[in-house]
Each structure stands twice: as structure tokens, then as C-alpha cells.
């Protein structure tokens, strides 16, 4: 669900690049109260797992669509919101600049709709209120599935409404709204039940990461390295098996407008910021430079055994990983500097 710069104005992705970023200071300052040496790495780790299952689009049957997890539940879960916010907020800014998967003017818009909702809405009205203090497998599976559903749907519609104050698409709000929402209801379901099952499973290892997360004096490296060998399996192999199928988003896209993506309308702004993504991107596509006039039927083949796939999920989890581990340590530092105070 990363929106491309195509479906909006200046106005309205700057607005939601202000938002973004006031929620980003809001996050980091009262991260800064909870931090400590053991949460870093946890945020480090996470935030390269999401990346590397953001790259395993898998197929919505009797559709010809495909979705992707979008991880901010599982991360708002596994971290809290604060941090949580933060290791989306990460994810999708090396996508867009490294890997150019998102537009830069839809940064903001991409941060607000994957990271806000599952952080700040849902994860406190919904889930809280379902798991409680009592994380049972059960109720963790009910809080995750049924959490995930709705921050997807406030997502799907939070990019609809932001295209629909754009209005410089041809896409019509209603039809645009009736394709968005069903397709990510199913999407939202498969993705609650993989956020249940890491969930689950990561509790299984260490019963007590849900219950005591930001304060734990208990070591949680079997954690770390559980996450650490599963991001690296996820980028560097099961990547290779993601579905060819448009995502939702692209199937909404193509059912309305007839291609998956809607050509970019000329201004200033947009020019700049993809002049500037061309120049960072050193993986477009997730693939090697050198391939990218090679792959016209390469990308139809499934599964599709690429290098170039592998290199960018290791590499991009990599990036994210020392990304989110820098900031979490300045935030701790700062945090230390202010206790001395």
C-alpha cells in the first residue's frame, strides 16, 4: 500500500509530511523516557524483519491481486507504539530513498497511513483493550488479527481520501473506495494471522517480551537472534516467491484506470523529489541496476530465483537495522544526559 507521487498534490503530501513529522517528535521524546540498552537492538532487528516481508507480496485468490504485511501492528505490539512509529517510519524511508518502492512527496502520506493508525489508534483502543494484562496465545491472536483488520482499513481509506483531496487523478472516490476497502479486508486478514503467529511465536521463546517490554532486566537475545535469522531467511530467500500480481492498491488502480500505475502530472515539486530518488536509489525495483533492461519476463517467472532480490532484502534489512539502532542509542544517549540533569 505505498503510494506513489502520482496520486498527490503538493499540498496534501507536504501536509501529511508535516504530520508525519510532528508525530516522529512526539514518538522520539517520549521513547526517550522509556529506552534502554535492550529495546534498541529488539527495534533494530524488528524493523529489518518488516522490510524483508514487506518484499513477499502473496496472492489474494480470485482476485488477481496480492498484498503485503504492512508490520505496524507487529511492531506496536512487540515495541510499543513510540518505537513502533519510529521502526515504520525507518522502513519506509529506506524503501522510498534506497530502493525507490513509495514516491518522496508520498513519504509522509506512506508513514501516516502504515505507521499512525496501528500505533496510535488501534494498538491502544483495540488490541490493549482485548489482550489486556493477561497475553494469552488466544487473546493475542484475537487483539491480532482483528487489530490488523482495522488499521489496514483505516489505511486503505486514509489513501483514498488523501487522493480524493489531491484531485489530480482520474480516479473516481466511490469506485476508488469500493475496490480498496474489500481488497484489503482480505489482505488485513492474512496479515493478522502471520502478526498472531510471529507474535505467538516470539512469546513462546520468551514469555515475558509482552508483559515487560520497555523495562525488562531480562536478556532478550534469544529473541534478537530468532528475528535476526528469520529477517535474513525472509530477504534473502522466501523473497524469491512473492506474488507477481499487483498489489491492492495497484489492482484498485487497474480496475478503475486500466493500468496499475496513473502517469505523473508535471509540477515542480514532484520533478525534484524524483530527480533526487533517482539519484538514491541504488536497488530500484529491489533489483541490480545492471538488470533492469533484462527483465522484461523475468518478473512473470514463480518462483523467481533472483540475486538481485536477495542482495536487496539483505541489504536493505541491513540499512534499516543500523538506521533504527543510531537513532534508538541517540535517543538513550540524550535520555542518559537528561536523567544527569
Keep these: 500500500m505505498h503510494m506513489a507521487d502520482a496520486l498527490l498534490s503538493p499540498t496534501v503530501g507536504g501536509a501529511f509530511w508535516a504530520a508525519t513529522g510532528a508525530t516522529t517528535a512526539y514518538a522520539a521524546r517520549r521513547l526517550r523516557k522509556d529506552i ?14 518488516v522490510f524483508a516481508a514487506q518484499m513477499i507480496n502473496f496472492t489474494i485468490p480470485g482476485t488477481g491481486s496480492s498484498g503485503h504485511i504492512g508490520g505496524g501492528m507487529l511492531l506496536a505490539i512487540l515495541l510499543g507504539p513510540h518505537a513502533a512509529f519510529l521502526v515504520i517510519a525507518s522502513v519506509l524511508t529506506v524503501q522510498s530513498l534506497f530502493f525507490a518502492d513509495g514516491g518522496l512527496l508520498a513519504l509522509g502520506s506512506n508513514i501516516w497511513n502504515l505507521g499512525f493508525y496501528p500505533a496510535y489508534i488501534v494498538y491502544p483502543l483495540i488490541y490493549r483493550s482485548i489482550v489486556r494484562d493477561n497475553p494469552t496465545a488466544r487473546r493475542v491472536a484475537i487483539g491480532a488479527i482483528l487489530s490488523v483488520v482495522v488499521a489496514l482499513q483505516l489505511g486503505a481509506f486514509s489513501v483514498v481520501l488523501q487522493t480524493r483531496l489531491s484531485g489530480i487523478s482520474e480516479l473516481p ?27 505467538n511465536y516470539l512469546r513462546s521463546i520468551q514469555p515475558e517480551l509482552l508483559s515487560s517490554r520497555p523495562s525488562s532486566g531480562r536478556s532478550l537475545r534469544k529473541v534478537i537472534i530468532a528475528v535476526s535469522v528469520m529477517a535474513v531467511i525472509t530477504g534473502g530467500l522466501l523473497s524469491w516467491f512473492a506474488s507477481v500480481n499487483p498489489d491492492g ?93
Excluded at 534502554?36 to 524483519?49: H, I, R, S, Y
Excluded at 469506485?175 to 494471522?193: K, N, Q, R, T, Y
Excluded at 519476463?297 to 543500523?322: H, R
Aim: aromatic fraction near 6%; avoid cysteine.
Design 36 to 49: 534502554n540498552e535492550k529495546l534498541v537492538p529488539l527495534m533494530g532487528v524488528l524493523g529489518a524483519f
Design 173 to 199: 472516490f466511490r469506485s476508488f473506495l469500493l475496490l480498496m476497502l474489500p481488497v484489503h479486508l482480505v489482505i488485513g486478514l492474512a496479515e493478522g494471522v502471520i502478526t498472531a503467529g510471529v507474535v
Design 249 to 341: 492498491l495497484e489492482w484498485s488502480i487497474q480496475r478503475i484506470y486500466g493500468e496499475p500505475e496513473i502517469q505523473s502530472k508535471e509540477n515542480p515539486v514532484t520533478e525534484k523529489l524524483q530527480a533526487i530518488q533517482e539519484k538514491t536509489a541504488i536497488l530500484p525495483d529491489y533489483s541490480l541496476p545492471s538488470e533492469g533492461s533484462e527483465e522484461t519476463d523475468s518478473g512473470e517467472a514463480w518462483p523467481n530465483p533472483d540475486p538481485g532480490t536477495s542482495i536487496s532484502g539483505l541489504v536493505g534489512g541491513f540499512m534499516v537495522l543500523l538506521v533504527v539502532v543510531i537513532f534508538g542509542l541517540g535517543l538513550r544517549r540524550l535520555s542518559g544526559n537528561g536523567n544527569r540533569e
